[in-house]
C-alpha cells in the first residue's frame, strides 16, 4: 500500500469494535451475482479485522486474509477463531502480491482501495483472478438526512485536529481526483454491478467516539497528545446535539462488483 501500514496500528481495537460490518444479505448479492461456488478461492486484500474475510468463510469459501498490518491480521485470526471457520492470514498488502499467487475467483476490498495504488493493482489483480472471476469493493455511504447530523459534527471537529490536511482527503477534493469507477473502468474489470442494503440503527457518543477512533485520519497514534483533547471536544459538541447521549444512523452498505467482458475470458 501506497501509505505506512504501521498508522493502522493504534486503530485496531476501535476498527474491529465500532465501523459497520457487511450484512449477510450484501455478502449473499455478491455470491450470487459473481456465481461462487462452495470452496472457491477468495482473497480480501486489506482485510482488517476480518470484515469481509470471515463471512465469507462461513459461506463455504476458502478466504486468504491479507494485510501489511500484523495487529489486524490478528484481530482478523481471533474473529476467525470465534466463528468457527479457517482463514489462510497472509501479511502484505498490494504491493507485495505475486503473479505466482491465486488463482482466485473473487478479490474483495473493503474500504481498502483507496489506500492502493489503484491502476497497478488491478493489472496484477487481471494476473491472479481466474477468467470468471471478480473483482468486489465494499464500502459504506452515508445520505445526508437529518438522522446523520451527528456526521457533520464529526467531521467539523476531526478537521480542526487535522483530518483535511490528510493526502488522501486532500486527493479526493483535487480537481485530477479519479473514482474507483474510473480506474475500474479503465481496467480489464470493466464491466460493474453495483449492489447494496440500506440499514438504520441506533448509535451512541461512545461509538461515534470508538467510529473516530478507528479511523487513521483521527488515530490515537496520528493525534497523540491531543487525542485527549480532541474526545473532550467531540464528546462535547456531540452532548449539545443530543443530552441522552444517542443518535440515529442511516447507512448504505455498497459492493461494486467488477468482472471482465465475456469475449476477454473466453479467449484465455
Known sequence: ???????????????????????TRLIERVITLVGLRPGDAVLDLGTGPGLLAVPFAAAGFRVTAADPEPAMLK????????????LELWLGGSNELTPGMGPYRLVTMGRSFHWMDRASTLALLDQLVTPDGAVA?????????????????????????????????AAFHAPDYRTHVSYLLDSAFCLLDGV?????????IDEIVGRAFSMSTCSREKLGDRAAAFEAELRAALGERSPSGM??????????????????????
Open 1 to 23: 500500500m501506497t501509505a505506512s501500514s504501521r498508522r493502522f496500528e493504534s486503530t485496531v481495537p476501535y476498527y474491529a469494535r465500532y465501523r459497520l460490518g457487511y450484512p
Open 196 to 204: 447494496s442494503v440500506v440499514i438504520r440503527h441506533s448509535i451512541s
Open 247 to 268: 443518535f440515529v444512523e442511516i447507512a448504505e452498505l455498497i459492493a461494486l462488483v467488477a468482472t471482465r467482458p465475456r469475449e476477454a475470458f473466453t479467449a484465455r
Open 75 to 86: 484481530v482478523a485470526g481471533e474473529a476467525a477463531s470465534d466463528a468457527g471457520v479457517a
Open 137 to 169: 469493493l465494499f464500502h459504506d455511504d452515508a445520505p445526508k438526512t437529518a438522522e446523520n447530523a451527528w456526521r457533520e459534527v464529526l467531521r467539523e471537529v476531526s478537521d480542526r485536529y487535522g483530518r483535511g490536511a490528510e493526502s488522501h482527503v
